[in-house]
């Protein structure tokens, strides 16, 4: 049985927590007062609670967009300087907290800025010599890019760009950059891929466990299945949590609502036994929009699912191991 990933009591590493109020990436406008919106439902402090060290290093600082230059893609994409400005920082910014020791949280903010967040992360683990998976808690792959993509936006590239996708090779040009094995990369939830990227996420070998296979098989299989491939691997595992995983009627605070989420209960399962393997090395939280929520509710139940994922429980139980 191997040992978790950091120590054996996780709390040995400090939490750094870093807001990016990014909303260019998406269409719509409020994602910016995401960070914002989770530090009011307390976050820092549930992770204190829980007995974690905890830095905020406050929001990252952009480049303005007329000083990264124009960048050309083959095809469309919506204010891509902007959001390059945004994540060629964010990804120097992620590799310094995860080299100074510390687990990233980074707080959201459209899912664009895991093209930062995951990059810097995984430059980290590469210089480590650990390999880095993915797993995507999304409604959508986020797998297109420009030449397919039906709107442009680019929140909606953000796993393909991770995985080395060269049609979006210029959000980075100029830049370090590592791109993730599109085979340690796993979307869970999926319920609303577009056909573009449905051809295209077969072609790379990315693993998509879409609703119905979480209906039919539950979570609990499914997610013990792929955390067994990373233990296996000696790997660390990056999670990115969109707001649309859950299904709306749980966290409306999102601007691209899709019907058939998972429940509140599954939610806290997965974060449960990403808990329990001692597996995640850092975590984006992104899309919170809370223009469209109601009264904090959604920014409440993702402060509630990151507290999950860092050890609150109702009983304590003996600590699973995958082997």
């Known amino acids: 049985m191997r040992e978790r990933w950091m120590t054996t009591d996780r709390k040995a ?64 994409t919506y204010l891509p300087e902007t959001v390059a400005g945004w994540v060629r920082p964010l990804a120097r910014k992620a590799h310094e907290v995860a080299a100074s020791g510390h687990l990233p949280i980074f707080l959201g903010g459209d899912h664009s800025l895991s ?55 210029p959000v980075f040009a100029g830049e370090p950059t590592v791109a993730v094995d599109p085979a340690r990369m796993c979307i869970f939830g999926a319920r609303s891929i577009d056909p573009g990227e449905r051809e295209l996420l077969k072609a790379r070998g990315v693993t998509v466990i879409d609703m119905r296979q979480i209906d039919e098989h539950g979570v609990s299989v499914l997610m013990r299945r792929f955390l067994e491939r990373v233990q296996a691997e000696d790997g660390v595992l990056h999670v990115s ?61 993702l402060a509630e699912l990151v507290a999950s994922l ?5 009983m304590d139980r003996p600590t699973q191991a995958f082997s």
Request: zero cysteines; a negative charge.
């Open 115 to 169: 093209m930062g967040s995951v990059m810097g992360v995984a430059r980290h683990w590469r210089e480590k010599g650990r390999p880095l998976f993915v797993l995507w808690l999304d409604a959508h792959a986020d797998f297109n890019t420009p030449s397919i993509s039906p709107s442009g936006n680019m929140h909606g590239m953000s796993l393909a760009l991770l995985a080395g996708e060269k049609e979006l090779a």
């Open 241 to 301: 949590l969109d707001v649309d995983f859950l299904d709306p009627s749980i966290a409306p605070g999102v601007g691209t609502t899709v019907p058939g989420g998972a429940t509140y209960r599954e939610a806290h399962l997965v974060m449960e036994m990403l808990e329990d393997s001692g597996l995640v090395g850092s975590l984006d939280v992104v899309e919170l929009n809370p223009f469209l929520d109601e009264r904090g509710r959604s920014a409440t139940v």
């Open 13 to 76: 590493t400090p939490i750094g927590i870093l807001g990016v109020p990014l909303e260019a990436g998406t269409g719509r406008r409020g994602a910016s007062m995401g960070p914002q919106a989770l530090r009011v439902a307390e976050l820092p402090e549930r992770l204190e609670a829980l007995g974690w060290r905890v830095t905020d290093f406050g929001d990252v600082a952009p480049i303005a967009a007329g000083d990264v230059g124009r960048l050309e893609f083959e095809g469309k």
């Open 310 to 314: 860092f050890g609150q429980e109702v």
